[in-house]
């Protein structure tokens, strides 16, 4: 069962790796981040925490997928690119 704390400390994780990985994909593809990554990531976790003070549980499970779904995509193209510019 999550708590209120939890869920606030979760929703700010996904929301850090949420924005951080979208720019570094942005970086490591050649592009500068744009601003609307930081202020996507910042009203998640405005959101998130939000939720989190009404329904802890719902914050949480919705914070996991969000880390999960970034380190899927973003996370998984700037590694493969990483990879990709020190084994070539």
């Known amino acids: 069962m999550a708590t209120v704390a939890s869920a606030r400390s979760l929703s700010i994780a996904a929301a850090l790796t ?9 970086i490591t593809s050649g592009k500068a981040p744009r601003l ?14 939000a939720l989190a003070g009404f329904a802890p ?3 949480a499970a919705f914070a996991i997928t ?8 973003s996370g998984a193209a700037t590694i493969t690119r990483i990879t ?3 084994f070539s």
Do not use: D, Y
């Not at 949420?18 to 942005?26: D, F, H, K, T, V």
């Not at 609307?36 to 925490?49: P, Q, R, W």
């Open 18 to 26: 949420a924005g951080g990985l979208s720019a570094a994909n942005s």
């Open 84 to 86: 990709r510019n020190v």
């Open 66 to 73: 969000v880390i999960l779904t970034a380190l899927l995509t």
């Open 36 to 49: 609307a990554t930081a202020f996507g990531a910042f009203g998640l976790a405005i959101g998130l925490t």
């Open 57 to 59: 549980g719902v914050a």
